[in-house]
């Protein structure tokens, strides 16, 4: 019965994402919410703008939260990421807390009964942080996590190997933030395990992958083109009810914290966890990433 | 035998273009090209991250020239669109003449051969200025003109009338600026012209119409969906020689220089011009309009 | 919500509109419902075997009345187009009338409440006969009618004027079958009335509008790309309540009859219909059309 | 330089291919190509008649393969299915050679220079047949092969796991014919070897993935969708010179024959073919496979 996406927070990443549903026709209906005075507004007829050139119509709507009673996915890009070019990770975690703050208690005034998607930052403990503040089942919850680690990865090893992207396979995981790592032992180059290959070269895939985030940022202060995608993905699998399989940000019972590890998706948000098969090692990162994740919740926390 | 896009000048604009040609797989190579160091790196790594979900591929090359060659198009969204922020037309014009005098004698020695599109402002005296600065015929140079003037007026009349902009037709002409305005007498409001309908008001219609990008502009500093989505229309009628007609800025013969106005693109560019059957009136806002772009075209010839 | 769509009757045409949907994702559930044994089974493995090269999902299901209670759009396809090979078009409508016999009380029980999209002939006295037998508001139950007319009007005249078919715009206008004609007032090309162009020969349009139809037909015994592209074209207005304008078969309050006028879609079906603008022979040819889609209907009625 | 792709024999296959190619604008120009008198120009028409609903433009030519001298892409689905109704293998070699004998002069003649891409059956055989016939690098010359056994097996494995059939990967292998299989060392299911897993049956996922052509097929007499989404996916490789893994049909050195294996493909056709992982039950059951298609092959020789 037509499908309805809210993007709250309207910076360059949630508009990049609302551009990549209204140019797609991904929803009926669009609700884009912004605090900034005449930005959902401006963003909203800039949106409007490309309709003329499209074959699909999506209604746009700005800053009104009762429209997001009956959607089936709001995706948060709230917070302000200009504030972590110090390096201050802090700040960010203060600045993420305060949007939520500001978003949550208006979208479950709404009855909002979908599936939420967190893309902003520090993620893992934003998606747990949502999960506290909304009278939801913990499923609904989710955030991109490191499913975009993965297509940076992905995109690093099909560099390397001269190979597309669509035929490497393999999962980033843990925390979306400097403890995130491939696990390597999942990875698949045309079918086949990666660590088999003669010419793969762990360190420097590693340097590969996570440097590309960092190129990115510190030439554009933000990255958008890829979190816009994976945001858009993800969406339309929860709206298909598609069983797909992402890395994202999720609730992990095992350890007790939403992080990136593999999540099969559909309406309703988390439907199963497969069984990760790490390597010793890397499931001792894992419970690094983990224990991160938690003690940047701590911090959260202790904002008041 | 493939199909290669360059876009040259990788701002808001240009970068978001570049997301849309490949989020929709219109090119199998696109070059963006950009002169800011580590620039158009960044954004090529931030484009290729949406590859991992997407079904089509295309391979995105930064900087170089030499792959211009047998570009299709190219779209040049060169200069400095926040030197306007204080109101200052001329130091526009001054960055965009920089900017073409940078890129123009590179992508002349690359061979291209194909047709260049100017998204960057003032559109129509860069698509003059590029005339003379490549060797090329004057049907192979064309810019976005009042064809995004045209998707604003669509969209505003219909919110208006509470229809769908499918079913508004019609042009608006003359520069892409202050003097541009919209032939009321060609608009079509689900096949009936406009002038005809009861609830009609063009006052209050020129004004939505016109308020609407400095709406966006005044709160963003920029425009970006709706130029992103209006370019690739072009691009694509280039590319498959489609025939069709855009209020797009070309060389119009009757008053010696390149202004909006309805212009059939295909390969090689402008194909004929359909004759206009304006008012009046309209003639007169035309003529002002061809006048203005020339005393901006000497403004900008006497930078040197 | 979720959209999902129904097709009712899987030959030529209702797969491929199913196609269609499958392949652009149009929706989150297709179900497929096919009387003959086996049929809708094998069109679901043949559908579903192309989900391994698309981007997007879609749950395909066969032969189940149920999962239609909350569709946003059924497509009726119903009927043996075979039959009419021999000209014999009271044949048709016996076939047409049996298949909706079969599956009006089925769909009723299902509790649908969505619109219903006819594409089975002759459509106009389906659509009525449609409108009876469901307990649905008239505005729900509307027919692909003579939009498919009109894009072959387009397609000819495009051909002939060489334009783009997007710069062709009018409407081809009562019964879906013999009687139907363009209403060359309502015609332009680039934005002109058709009928002041010097090169215009309306009886040659005529001929080749008409025309191209029947060499299809005449070919393949059946047409299904244009049909299904404009079946998914109005579905898609009404899932996003677009209210956009198709020339498609809905109830004319003047005539008392279901016929292919100019008629705005949105969710729920028909929005509203924009008053035509006539010459006094496109009147009378439209006043014929309505009476022998009348005297088809008697012809159905009678057959108890 | 814009996208020319051919279609040889347009019967369900082909025309299914060619509505695919210009609904979702993977062409500028698309040529098809039949022998039976009226037929491509009435599909042509048929086809044509969707472009009113689409925001693509692809040309569409009939029956001239002086169009095809710089086609990207050539699709042959040639030859007759209708003969295998009553399981006779050796008439369909039959049809299908008489039907390369036909188009190869043709199309050597207009100086083709792209990839061939062959989906009529049996492929193999044709495949290696057209590799005689036209003067090209053997390379520039594959067939669908296993790629469509492989989206039948991933789409029953992911019936079977309750998985997205995204999640499934891993290559069918061999003749596309009665003596393919799955390798199933190569299936992974969210990234685990599907052999490891608990509810894995071997047996009856044969069944189903075999089962599910054979399906369709005694329902329909062919199967399209699947066939015309593959070779689609391909053409795209091609052209975007995706450097793509698919298990298609191409040259093994080590057997002497075309032959489903998994091919990485480009401009140009073949890129590589990385290197298989078999079992030695698998590679036995490769090797039947490659003595069955040589001894295919001895009987179209045979024919004279």
Redesign the interface.
Known sequence: ???TIGVIGIGHVGV?TS??I????LA?TLVIIDN?P??A???R???????????????IVANDYSRLR?A?VVIFSGGDISVIQNGDRNSEIKSTKAAIDDAAPQLAASGFHGVLIDISNPCDVAVTYWQQQLNLNRNQIIGTGTA?D???M??AVAAAM??????V???NLGEHGESQFTAWS?V?V???PITDLPDFNMKDLNEAARL?GW??F???HY????????A??MA??V???????FPCSSYDDDYGVSIGH?T?IG?GGVISH??M?LTSDEVQKYAHSATTIKENLAKLQALG
Chains 1, 2, 3, 4 share one sequence.
């Open positions: 019965m037509a499908r990049t551009f990549n209204v140019t797609k026709g009926d900034k005449g930005w507004e401006a963003e007829l800039d949106l409007a703008d490309s309709l003329g050139g499209l074959s699909t119509y999506t209604e009956d089936d975009l993965t297509y940076r992905r995109r001269h190979v597309n992207v669509a035929d396979r393999g999962f999942t698949r045309n079918n086949d590309g190129q990115i510190s030439a554009k990255t958008n083109f890829g979190i816009a995608t994976i858009c993905e339309g699998a709206m298909s009810d598609a069983h797909r399989i593999p099969m309406r497969p069984a098969r």
